[in-house]
């Protein structure tokens, strides 16, 4: 053997050798880069579904839990008050709910999948304080009239709501108040934060 194919032959393996070692130090120095994307497990904690227990709520209660960060309410509206939520249409700003403020599954007068469990981010639409739930029906409070089928009221502005989270005209908040994307697991079980059509 030659001493230039032998050279050759060395240059050969040191090129291999440099390049093999070169894409091991770049997927060695990449895997911590592509990692810090990755979000913490608290993170990922906080956007996963929230399971709530819908079997005991009695009608006209509500039942608070924490998705995302936010509050999330699941009320039992009583027969009456679902009868009643198309009285006040004409002192609502959206009561067709119009806006992209709900999942399409909850795009019908009650905003729910089911007329009497309402589920909704209780996080006021104006600056985002937290309403107060206000079950009565024809509640005499000034704050919602007196002659609805009761709603949410927030103390910070003044913002009302009714029974299905949508707007009184003439408040400061702009929007119905938002639903989550929820499924019904069983009856007894509802879902906070999975799609109706997930998997």
Excluded at 20 to 44: I, N, Y
Excluded at 85 to 98: A, E, N, T
Excluded at 105 to 124: Q, T
Excluded at 146 to 173: N, T
């Amino acid at each position: 053997m030659s001493s230039d194919e032998i050279n050759e032959s060395r240059r050969h393996f040191l090129t291999l050798a440099t390049v093999v070692a070169g894409a091991v130090g770049a997927v060695m120095a990449a895997v911590p880069f592509v990692s810090s994307m990755e979000p913490s497990a608290r993170a990922k904690a906080l956007g996963e579904p929230v399971d709530v227990d819908v079997s005991k709520i009695e009608p006209g209660s509500q039942v608070k839990v924490k998705w995302r960060g936010k509050p999330v309410w699941v009320v039992q509206r009583p027969q009456e008050a679902v009868a009643a939520l198309p009285k006040v249409d004409g002192r609502l700003r959206d009561p067709k709910s119009q806006e992209l403020q709900q999942p399409t599954y909850c795009k019908n007068e009650y905003r729910s999948i089911k007329p009497e469990l309402f589920v909704v981010v209780g996080v006021c639409t104006h600056l985002g304080c937290s309403p107060t739930y206000k079950p009565q029906a024809n509640d005499p409070d000034p704050q919602l009239g007196g002659d609805g089928p009761g709603g949410f009221f927030c103390p910070c502005h003044g913002s009302k709501y009714d029974l299905a989270g949508r707007v009184f005209k003439g408040v400061p908040a702009p929007l119905n108040l938002q639903v989550p994307p929820y499924k019904f697991v069983s009856d007894a079980l509802i879902r906070v934060g999975e799609d109706e059509g997930a998997a």
